[in-house]
């Protein structure tokens, strides 16, 4: 079940939800005051951390930090995109979803032992808004018209209807502050002890780039329960020495960014597990249909599925990626509600020299068609599947693909600048629900990629599946959106990625947080 | 006497006026190379998630579309007062990143320098003492050999060898992580201050993270070192008074080592300590390579973010670290050696 679940069952979900919050109190207390075991963990890391303010940061290296640190309303069971409670239970009021309610659960703390409160959760949201720092979360509480707390209660009105509201409470940007600490207008510095949270612990020390220290929070009031009395969080300048230091094992666990190389090296070293849980991270090929090869709307049409019915998914997971990564025959991952495997549907698993040449024929396109395929190096690391894919599609002699490639400053104001007719792309998700990967694709507006695709029945089904919270009515609309979509090939997805560790032996629980959430729970850590 | 005193303050009058030049050259490159480059810290960041019109409506308020004049002043103004700024992408006063991270790099370079002329200085003598012989030959190769090898290559070798195969050495950061959590940072050099806090027991791992990047950057210093020893110590031998020493009945190594090498010892001063700078380029290397916690580490990280502050910031500090340095050398150049002066 997706994450749509919160959305999507709401009410049904959130009631359940909140009668295992309530049970969970009492244990989330046993769990704090019986003492976590005596562990240390270790965790090296190529990321980097931009803020450890939730209104400075919109980034997953800041946000596994902020997921540890402080409580959000709402989050997901581990190994799942089901939607619980956390520092609130929350419900949608009236019909459609436009307007959400919740309540701050008793006895939540600050790690300074200051109550968590309604205020609190209204303040946190209106100086993001406030603050709007342009590393910010800003545009992702944008469906947000107002907050108000009163009493216990939060409300949130939203300007459209916003199935996926709960998804985003789940995120860094819906991390609880604290009011008397944080200012509203201006950023809280990333120091230890200016860094206040209600999470299951406390930023002990943290030296910038290089190393991040986390006790249990003396004051929690939440669910989970600890499996080390200390996590600590080394900041690696390259995967190499990442490698490095968990086969020394100067760390316990290599953690992000781990290349197919350096997994299958990993796979084979003494004393390591690689371990491999859901991903939903996406890449895909773009056609701007503006600029692409094709005389005519219906060429280009043709082109593009010609293109589709070429790229051989299985070879790439395979032969570039060394099987880390799973064949993509969607935008939305198959880790997600609303997933079907729209594109083998129409162009099937293998590819189809045959029917490809057919469709050009029909379209009177001339062959061999040519075009350049843009890929980036220094951000997605894309070599090696441009080249597999110029290969691919060259076969037959329909094609006749160049290369082409620039650094990611460029890259990414060239592809949604009309520079570019065919480009690969990658999606990182805000949140793992089916909307995150249809509305800012596939809209005739306000899309991020602006590759000028425009569908009045696209745009029907995503409004629809945004206005509902039934996942059945949901699921519907988004099978119609893949069939389309994968009929007129805007894009076609390549491939989906898993998440990997690498852990040494002895190490627990890394299996159980890497999951499509992408929030990597300290707590959940321990040794045997 | 008057007129040696009168010419040295003039000399050094002289030279303090043109480091003003010289900084805001380098200061105005360090500007213009940022914005030449594409790109910008917002589309770094956060290109390929956000919509380009939400973009462009953050850059504008970050106020990446002021005109380059504008943002120039505002850069110098900043410099001259003092302010390096705050980092874009991470909100870190640069100041924050001299102090912690410089001093990492200040610990490597001081102990790379020492591997330098420990290896550089004897192995240089010895070549120029016995000039043209199989000694002279291989040192001479070495120091070539040495010097030319790319920093990070000589690093993953050290790596693989004293790290992986022979698993004697710590091969990443400046301590043990557990070590490195207990350090209260008093200084930022984790081995001075253990020694504050009487933390002897963590010496010997401190010690141990050091040897590889120490030894990776110091071998290649050492390279120019030795054949700068070398030339120098093959010229003054040709000197009378180095003959007049060998007459006096001299032993050999008393004529190298206290008559040819003391003499030879002042243009060798004068270089290498202008190798700072390239002390420093090859530090950034070194600290990629060894995880090294240093500033030339932070430089590349804020470089690939397109952080215009914190690499201005850190550039502006090295550009006048390698112009003070300079400074100081010609100043104790001129104080040595009067003929500097006129």
């Known amino acids: 079940m997706s994450r749509l679940a919160g959305v999507a069952v709401g009410v049904a979900l959130i009631v359940p939800a909140t009668a295992w919050t309530g049970a969970s109190g009492a244990a989330t207390n046993r769990a704090v005051h019986h003492s976590p075991p005596n562990v240390t963990v270790t965790l090296g890391t190529t990321d980097r951390i931009v803020s450890l303010d939730p209104a400075g940061s919109y980034d997953l290296p800041s946000w596994t930090i902020i997921y540890n640190v402080y409580q959000t309303l709402l989050k997901y069971i581990p190994g799942t995109t089901t939607i619980v409670s956390d520092a609130g239970t929350c419900a949608w009021q009236g019909t459609g979803a436009t307007t959400y309610v919740c309540t701050v659960k008793p006895k939540q703390f600050f790690s300074n032992g200051d109550p968590v409160t309604a205020a609190d959760v209204a303040f946190s949201f209106n100086r993001i808004n406030k603050i709007a720092n342009s590393n910010g979360p800003s545009s992702l509480i944008a469906p947000m018209k107002n907050v108000t707390a009163s009493g216990n209660k939060v409300t949130f009105k939203l300007k459209a209807a916003d199935a996926a509201w709960p998804d985003v409470l789940t995120t860094g940007a819906g991390a609880i502050v604290d009011q008397k600490l944080y200012s509203f207008t201006s950023l809280q510095p990333s120091t230890a002890g200016k860094i206040i949270g209600s999470g299951p612990y406390y930023m002990a020390s943290y030296t910038p780039n290089q190393l991040a220290v986390f006790k249990p929070n003396p004051h929690y009031g939440g669910s989970d329960v600890l499996h080390n009395n200390e996590f600590i969080v080394r900041y690696e300048e390259t995967a190499t020495t990442l490698v490095s230091d968990v086969t020394s094992g100067a760390v316990d666990i290599a953690y992000r960014e781990l290349n197919p190389t350096q997994i299958l090296a990993l796979e084979k070293t003494k004393g390591i597990t690689v371990t491999q849980g859901k991903g939903i991270e996406i890449r895909y090929i773009v056609f701007n249909l503006k600029v692409q090869p094709g005389s005519t709307a219906a060429q280009k049409h043709a082109i593009r599925q010609a293109v589709a019915y070429l790229v051989n998914r299985n070879d790439i997971a395979k032969n570039v990626y060394k099987g880390t990564v799973k064949p993509l025959y969607s935008i939305i991952p198959d880790a997600l509600a609303g997933h079907i495997n729209s594109f083998e549907n129409v162009y099937g698993s293998s590819p189809n020299v045959a029917k490809a040449k057919a469709v050009l024929k029909a379209a009177g396109v001339t062959t061999p068609v040519k075009f350049t395929l843009w890929y980036n190096t220094d951000h997605y690391g894309d070599t090696d599947l441009a080249t597999e894919l110029q290969r691919q599609i060259d076969t037959g002699g329909l094609f006749n693909v160049s290369l082409n490639t620039a650094e990611w400053s460029t890259y990414v104001q060239a592809g949604t600048t009309n520079q570019y007719g065919v480009s690969l792309f990658g999606w990182f998700p805000d949140y793992p629900d089916a909307d995150d990967y249809t509305g800012p694709f596939y809209l005739c507006d306000d899309e991020w990629m602006v590759n000028h695709y425009c569908n009045m029945q696209v745009n029907k089904n995503i409004a629809a599946e945004e206005a509902s919270t039934v996942q059945s009515v949901r699921d519907s609309a988004f099978a119609k959106l893949q069939t389309l979509t994968a009929e007129d090939t805007p894009l076609i997805p390549i491939w989906q990625g898993g998440q990997v560790a690498g852990v040494r032996d002895g190490v627990t629980g890394v299996k159980s947080t890497l999951d499509a959430s992408y929030t990597f729970r300290f707590w959940l850590i321990g040794k045997s | ?342």
Do not use: C
């Open chain 2, 1 to 342: 006497m008057a007129s040696s005193t009168g010419s040295l303050r003039r000399y050094v009058l002289t030279r303090l006026v043109l480091v003003l030049p010289m900084v805001l050259i380098l200061l105005t490159l360090v500007f213009m190379l940022m914005r030449v480059a594409p790109g910008n810290p917002i589309l770094a960041a956060l290109g390929g998630h956000l919509s380009p019109s939400q973009l462009a409506s953050r850059e504008r308020a970050a106020g990446y579309d002021k005109s380059l004049l504008v943002q120039y002043w505002e850069y110098l103004r900043q410099v001259f007062t003092g302010n390096l700024g705050t980092t874009i992408t991470d909100h870190r006063p640069v100041t924050q990143i001299i102090a912690q991270n410089g001093a990492a790099t200040l610990e490597l370079t001081g102990a790379a320098m020492f591997v330098a002329i420990v290896v550089g200085v004897p192995l240089g003598m010895l070549a120029g003492r016995m000039r043209d012989t199989w000694v002279d030959a291989s040192a001479r190769i070495f120091g070539i050999v040495i010097y030319a090898a790319p920093v990070f290559f000589l690093g993953l070798l050290a790596q693989e060898l004293f790290g992986h195969i022979l698993n004697w050495l710590p091969t990443s950061s400046e301590a043990s992580i557990i070590i490195q959590a207990n350090l209260t940072p008093h200084t930022n050099i984790p081995i001075i201050d253990a020694m504050i806090d009487g933390q002897w027991g963590d010496l010997p791992d401190l010690f141990a993270h050091l040897v590889l990047p120490a030894m990776t950057l110091g071998l290649v210093i050492s390279g120019v070192v030795l054949r700068l020893v070398r030339v120098n110590v093959i010229q003054t031998m040709k000197g009378d008074y180095v003959e007049a020493a060998r007459a006096r009945g001299l032993k050999e190594r008393a004529v190298v080592v206290h008559h040819a090498f003391r003499n030879a010892l002042v243009p060798i001063i004068t270089v290498t300590g202008l190798q700072a700078a390239l002390l420093l380029s090859g530090a950034v290397l070194t600290e990629e390579t060894f995880n090294w916690p240093g500033i030339g580490n932070q430089l590349i990280y804020y470089l690939d973010a397109r952080d215009y502050i914190a690499v201005q910031g850190i550039i502006t500090v090295f550009a006048l670290a390698v112009v003070a340095i300079s400074l100081i050398i010609d100043l104790l150049n001129a104080w040595i050696d009067p003929r500097v002066r006129y």
